[in-house]
């Protein structure tokens, strides 16, 4: 079982460039999520889906956009780069429903440099 | 609305010292809390959590309990390792399945 996986594991970007992020989960999550992970900030919400062909916005959505054709993937794009999105991404999925205690699992990251 | 405050960092300890980090939330309704630990380099892991008012979450020797009347959540463990130098978050989970998180301390054990 595989989990979420997320490629690439680091890239650098020229700014400007477009770069699309990927996430595949195969825990058949209805519900995903992209974070950036920046030193002295912990996590901060991109986007999210509560279910294939739904998206929403988060916390710090400007630069970014996401699509979820599908329950498993939910690739993140970054149009025109910039400096200021040099981060680690982490994607994440979630089970949802009224159960509590549904956790959110997270992929291992992508370290993503813009210069 | 909701929220999660936790201690900051870092934080240094001896091996064998005890660990207190501070977590305490705002919330509306019934939330489940979770302490998630990322070791570095990688993505964030489950701890432990607790899904209701006096519930205690556990798993490694680290322990919390979920204080509805002081809106807590503290993470505890009696002796730490240097294994368990990470960084730590605490989370919460709304009734409508909307995660907070933290800001994540930093913990580091000396031999």
């Known amino acids: 079982i595989a989990g979420i996986t997320q490629a690439p594991t680091s890239q650098i970007l020229a700014a400007g460039r477009r770069m699309t992020l990927r996430c595949t989960q195969d825990m058949r999550h209805n519900a995903m999520y992209w974070y950036r992970q920046d030193l002295g900030l912990g996590l901060r919400l991109i986007h999210y889906s509560n279910t294939a062909g739904t998206t929403g916005k988060g916390e710090v959505p400007d630069g970014y956009s996401v699509s979820r054709a599908n329950t498993d993937d939910f690739p993140l794009t970054l149009a025109s780069a910039v400096p200021s999105q040099t981060s680690v991404y982490f994607c994440a999925s979630s089970p949802t429903g009224k159960k509590q205690g549904n956790e959110q699992f997270f992929g291992p990251g992508t370290r993503l440099t813009v210069l | 609305g909701n929220s999660v405050t936790q201690m900051e960092g870092p934080v240094t300890l001896s091996e064998e010292a005890f660990l207190t980090i501070n977590c305490t939330y705002t919330a509306t309704g019934y939330p489940s809390l979770f302490w998630y630990v990322q070791y570095p380099g990688e993505g964030l892991q489950l701890l432990l959590k607790a899904t209701k008012a006096d519930d205690k979450g556990s798993n490694k020797g680290f322990e919390a309990t979920y204080r509805k009347e002081t809106t807590s959540f503290h993470l505890e463990k009696g002796s730490v390792q240097v294994s368990d130098s990470a960084v730590y978050f605490c989370?919460?989970?709304?009734?409508?399945?909307?995660?907070?998180f933290g800001t994540g301390t930093s913990l580091t054990v000396i031999p």
């Open positions: 989370a919460l989970r709304s009734e409508i399945s909307q995660f907070y």
